[in-house]
C-alpha cells in the first residue's frame, strides 16, 4: 500500500533553516509529482510546492518562493524540502502527498498523504 | 487568485442524519474540485476527486456534485466516524488552493 513518511521537523530560530524528508514506498514514485502541503496550527491547509516526476519543473506558493526548495531522489524514493530564511509563519505541520494530475486543467489534486512533520520557528 | 469559501464553517448533526457541506469558488473552476477529510491528529484523507468521483474505499454514503462555482459535499447518513473537518480544494487554476472547511460535530 502506498506510504509516505516525513522526518527532519523540530524547533528552529528565526532565520534558521530546516530540512524535511519523505520516504515514499508502495508505488513507483519516479512516475508521480509530489508535493508539500502545510498547516499551521488550528489553521487549514496551504499549499506549499510541487516537483515534477523527473524534478524538471517545480512549483511554489508566494509565501515561501524564493526561501525553500523542493527536490527529489527517484533512486532512493525521497521527496526533500529544503526551507531557508525560517519565519515564525511558517510554523506548521509539513505533509507530503502524491498528486494526481486533472484530466483538463493540468493541476493536481493529492490522492495520499504523509501523517506530517511539525516545523516550530520560535526564539 | 481563486477564493474558495465553505460553509458552514460549523455544522451540528445527529448520528443517521444527512450532512450537506457547501463549496464555493470566486471564479469557474469547471469540475476540478476535490473534498478531504481530517480527523483530529491525523492527515487529510481524499473523499472526492473531479467533483463527484469517490476516491478507492470511501463509502457509498459519500457524494459530491456541483461544476463551475457551486459545489456539494453530501453525507448521506452520518457514522460515528464521519465527525470531522472537511475541505475542498480546487485544481483548475494555479495556486491549488483549499477552503477554509467545515467542521462537522455530534449534535
Known amino acids: 500500500q502506498v506510504q509516505l513518511v516525513e522526518s527532519g521537523g523540530g524547533l528552529v530560530k528565526p532565520g534558521g533553516s530546516l530540512r524535511l524528508s519523505c520516504a515514499a514506498s508502495?508505488?513507483?514514485?519516479?512516475?508521480?509529482?509530489m508535493s508539500w502541503i502545510r498547516q499551521a496550527p488550528g489553521k487549514g491547509l496551504e499549499w506549499v510546492s510541487y516537483i515534477s516526476s523527473s524534478s524538471s519543473y517545480t512549483n511554489y506558493a508566494d509565501s515561501v518562493k524564493g526561501r525553500f526548495t523542493i527536490s527529489r531522489d527517484n533512486a532512493k524514493n525521497s521527496l526533500y524540502l529544503q526551507m531557508n530564511s525560517l519565519r515564525a509563519e511558517d510554523t506548521a505541520v509539513y505533509y507530503c502527498?502524491?498528486?494526481?494530475?486533472?484530466?483538463?486543467?493540468?493541476?493536481?489534486?493529492?490522492?495520499?498523504w504523509g501523517q506530517g512533520t511539525l516545523v516550530t520557528v520560535s526564539s | 487568485e481563486i477564493v474558495m469559501t465553505q460553509s458552514p464553517a460549523t455544522l451540528s448533526v445527529s448520528p443517521g442524519e444527512r450532512a450537506t457541506l457547501s463549496c464555493r469558488a470566486s471564479?469557474?473552476?469547471?469540475?476540478?474540485l476535490a473534498w478531504y477529510q481530517q480527523k483530529p491528529g491525523q492527515a487529510p484523507r481524499l473523499l472526492i476527486y473531479?467533483?463527484?468521483t469517490r476516491a478507492t474505499g470511501i463509502p457509498a454514503r459519500f457524494s459530491g456534485s456541483g461544476s463551475g462555482t457551486e459545489f456539494t459535499l453530501t453525507i448521506s447518513s452520518l457514522q460515528s466516524e464521519d465527525f470531522a473537518v472537511y475541505y475542498c480544494q480546487q485544481y483548475n487554476n494555479w495556486p491549488p488552493l483549499f477552503g477554509g472547511g467545515t467542521k462537522v460535530e455530534i449534535k
Open positions: 473531479g467533483a463527484s
Open positions: 471564479q469557474s473552476v469547471s469540475s476540478n
Open positions: 508502495g508505488f513507483t514514485f519516479s512516475d508521480y509529482y
Open positions: 502527498a502524491r498528486a494526481e494530475p486533472s484530466d483538463s486543467s493540468g493541476w493536481y489534486y493529492f490522492d495520499y
